[in-house]
């Protein structure tokens, strides 16, 4: 009971970290940004997203596999450290290969834009070493290290690419994409420094190595002394499922840049930045820190046959699995209420008034509306696919990713139904991703059902659901929206803001009065 606790307040914790850092240094970001967007044109940030999605495949294919593999093991610090640079070894290849296939295709007539795909090639590599020092602050869960890391590189890269971008419109001169390309340099190199810095300091004082170090064990099998065997299998086993979930992540960002104009992707990375942020801020750190947690709690026993403490402590962390992942996503249920009631609505004049006109007459508004919608089923599915991930073994995770291969069936189908048949644009791509979110979330919660049923647990999918009368008040809040237009149009958009938060804070109240139990039980289980 003691270890499974301890494991949730660290976790907690870790995940309050990374959210507070998160929301300061996105928050800076943010207010520069709205600088950048003055000196962007849609077409300009549409070439970047094909850049940024190069450097996140070579990230994800260097790396992925591997991380997940380490989180689902505890085999030591110099074991995950040396499994670690074999994702270093892995981006060389991987980095050239899809910067060559890159300039076989149809390339955008864009300043620098063959120096900046090198220079983002470079970025990728510089964060890849970084990874040593990631995996062990991993396995300590010292989550601060990685909140702090985090939060410099971001305010770094953002600093950077703003100076440049204003710099260069001073001097008349067009650097196209390349100021995109060094700030993400300068968010790689921000990385590699504190992360190093902090943890050299760490392994000194407990005796592991950041570098390739040989281990000698009679118990596990090491190839050349160095990489775990059962690490190896396991990452390997990981690698088709990675490389399915994938497809599936990036899958709209595949799709807009062989479907859609520049204009259009310019449009679409805009809403999905802004309905992304959200994510990123809030939904993402708790994603990871729960993937650790569950991995802690739902661990087997080392020993066969277990001890009876050993079969108390896994009846606990089941308990405690159980009733966490219950939490969060009724948590997460009770703000998707709020997004679906009041994002439509909210979103559009916010993007007006912080993007400008120019934006707000490219579609982006119409596109970030939908984006409320489709928000929700990335949190459901993020801390639900982490549960999967974390306890899963090599069976279930082969049969994850076949249903995954008919999940990215179904969102193929559907872009094709949208984007080409009713021809909805950006808007279409975002109904496609909802589709394949709802798919998955409905087979992450078929698996968790099996999982806790096989172990004498009940996961009651009821209980993650918002109150029928919670639900009832966020059904009216789009009438009142809509009754209440042009009330405060005399105003201009203060007006117009002024509506919208009137009727969105009483929404809010209502609902924190509705699920009081329920909040008021989550605070006496995140407090100190």
């Known amino acids: 009971m003691i270890m499974s606790d301890n494991a949730v307040s660290a976790s907690a914790k870790g995940a309050s970290f990374l959210i507070l850092l998160q929301i300061g240094s996105r928050a800076l970001t943010f207010a520069l940004n709205q600088i950048l967007l003055r000196f962007l044109s849609p077409e300009l940030l549409g070439v970047n997203v094909q850049l940024e999605l190069y450097c996140i495949s070579v990230l994800y294919f260097s790396r992925e596999s591997i991380r997940v593999a380490l989180q689902r093991r505890a085999d030591g610090t110099q074991a995950v450290i040396n499994m670690s640079y074999l994702a270093i070894a ?33 970025a990728a590599m510089v964060e890849l070493f970084a990874e040593p020092s990631f995996v062990a602050a991993q396995q300590k869960m010292l989550y601060k290290v990685r909140a702090t890391a985090e939060a410099v590189a971001t305010v770094m890269k953002t600093f950077v690419t703003v100076g440049m971008v204003v710099w260069a419109s001073r001097q008349h001169t067009d650097l196209g994409v390349l100021p995109f390309a060094v700030g993400q340099l300068a968010y790689a190199g921000s990385l590699f420094v504190v992360y190093t810095a902090r943890l050299v300091l760490v392994a000194k004082s407990e005796g592991f190595s950041l570098l390739l170090r040989s281990i000698k064990s009679k118990t596990e099998k090491f190839l050349f002394s160095l990489f775990s065997q059962p690490l190896l299998n396991l990452s390997l086993s990981l690698t088709i499922q990675s490389s399915i979930k994938y497809v599936l992540t990036q899958g709209d960002s595949l799709l807009i840049a062989s479907l859609a104009s520049l204009q259009d992707q310019g449009a679409y990375a805009l809403s999905s930045n802004y309905g992304g942020l959200i994510a990123r801020m809030l939904f993402q750190p708790i994603e990871e820190a729960s993937r650790n947690l569950f991995a802690k709690l739902c661990a087997p026993t080392a020993t066969k046959p277990p001890s009876p403490k050993q079969q108390q402590d896994s009846i606990t962390g089941i308990k405690q699995a159980n009733a966490t992942l219950t939490l969060i996503l009724k948590a997460y249920s009770l703000i998707s209420l709020i997004a679906f009631a009041a994002g439509p609505t909210v979103a559009p004049v916010l993007l ?104 004498g647990e009940a996961f009651e999918v009821t209980k993650i659901l918002p109150s029928g009368f919670s639900i009832a008040i966020a059904a009216v809040v789009p009438s009142i929206f809509k009754a209440t237009t042009g009330v405060l149009s005399r105003y201009g958009v203060i007006g117009e803001l002024a509506r919208i938060a009137a009727i969105s ?20 289980q995140i407090r100190p």
């Open 90 to 122: 892995c981006g060389i290849p991987i980095s050239y290969a899809l910067a060559e296939l890159y300039l076989q295709t149809e390339v955008p007539k864009v300043p620098f834009l063959v120096h900046s795909l090198r220079v983002y090639g470079v």
């Open 505 to 524: 804070g009483v929404f809010v109240i209502a609902l924190a009065i509705a699920e009081r139990r329920f909040i008021m039980h989550v605070y006496r």
């Open 352 to 455: 007006s008034l912080v993007a400008g006109s120019r934006w707000a007459h490219t579609g982006a508004g119409e596109v970030l509306a939908c984006y409320c919608y489709y928000i929700p089923l990335l949190a459901l599915n993020g801390v639900s696919e982490a549960f999967v991930a974390a306890v899963a073994d090599n069976k279930q995770l082969y049969t994850q990713s076949i249903w995954m291969g008919g999940f990215f069936a179904a969102f193929a189908g559907s872009a094709y139904l949208f984007l080409r048949v009713l021809e909805m644009g950006a808007k279409g791509l975002v109904w496609a991703n909802c589709v394949n979110m709802g798919c998955r979330i409905l087979f992450n919660l078929a698996f968790v059902k099996e999982f806790f049923a096989k172990r």
